[in-house]
């Protein structure tokens, strides 16, 4: 059986979700992906999920527009625990989690930030860093707490920003590094190697 048991919440493309699929189905890591949920009905994750035989479903998370929390948070807190996920993984979620999921799935739940934060937190970093004038941008995958893109980090990545950069070149740059990123982080969190010593995460053993 899979080391980790990964529940995918997502509300767009999924091209994260993919290329951890990909790095399970090449044997790079040891995980499985027990269930996606899109808080958008429509989303491209749900289909690359079907494409690959992972069940999924869309989660109406109708009132609230930013967060996930209410009846929302507990019916996707159970469809996680029904599933027999232990760790959650944020690919692409546009909304913020609340304190339940985050107590349901203590120190389990990873999220993809495309900044390298604390730098340009919240929606359309890769537009900020631009915007700011910055000479490098890139990509962080955290550790998920009660803050907005606050948690420890483990992993970041650098891509430079060039001269004739729209945001959409710019966001097509980090996204090489996010699939990256994110199966390099899963890996270190399914071989033990994740120790949380206050806000750092030190890494043991290969970094790569
Ligand atoms: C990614 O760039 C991810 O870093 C970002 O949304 C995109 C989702 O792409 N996440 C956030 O901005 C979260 N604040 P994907 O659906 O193709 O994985």
């Known amino acids: 059986m899979a080391t980790l048991k990964l529940g995918v919440l997502g509300s767009g493309s999924g091209s994260n979700m993919q290329s951890i699929v990909d790095a399970i189905e090449k044997g790079e890591l040891d995980a499985e992906v027990k269930l996606v949920l899109a808080d958008v009905p429509d989303a491209k994750i749900l289909d690359r999920a079907k494409r ?7 989660l109406d998370c109708a009132p609230w527009k930013t967060k996930l929390e209410g009846p929302a948070e507990d019916e996707c807190i ?20 609340k304190p339940a999921l985050l107590a349901a799935f203590p120190m389990r739940v990873l999220n993809i930030h ?17 915007d700011y004038g910055c000479k490098v941008a890139g990509v962080t995958v955290h550790f ?26 710019l966001h097509a740059r980090i996204q090489v590094q996010e699939h990256i990123a ?11 190697r994740l120790r949380v010593e206050g806000r750092r995460v030190v890494i043991s053993g290969p970094q790569g």
């Open 144 to 169: 998920v707490d009660a803050g907005t893109d606050s948690g420890p980090i483990i992993v970041q990545k650098c891509v430079p920003v060039m001269e004739d950069d729209t945001p959409e070149t």
């Open 182 to 192: 994110f199966p390099e982080a899963l890996r270190h969190l399914a071989a033990g």
């Open 78 to 97: 159970r469809l996680l625990k029904e599933a027999g996920c232990d760790t959650v993984i944020l690919a692409g979620f546009m909304r913020i989690v």
């Open 52 to 58: 690959h035989g992972i069940p999924c479903r869309y």
């Open 114 to 130: 495309p900044a390298l934060l604390p730098a340009f937190p919240g929606v359309h970093s890769w537009t900020q860093a631009l």
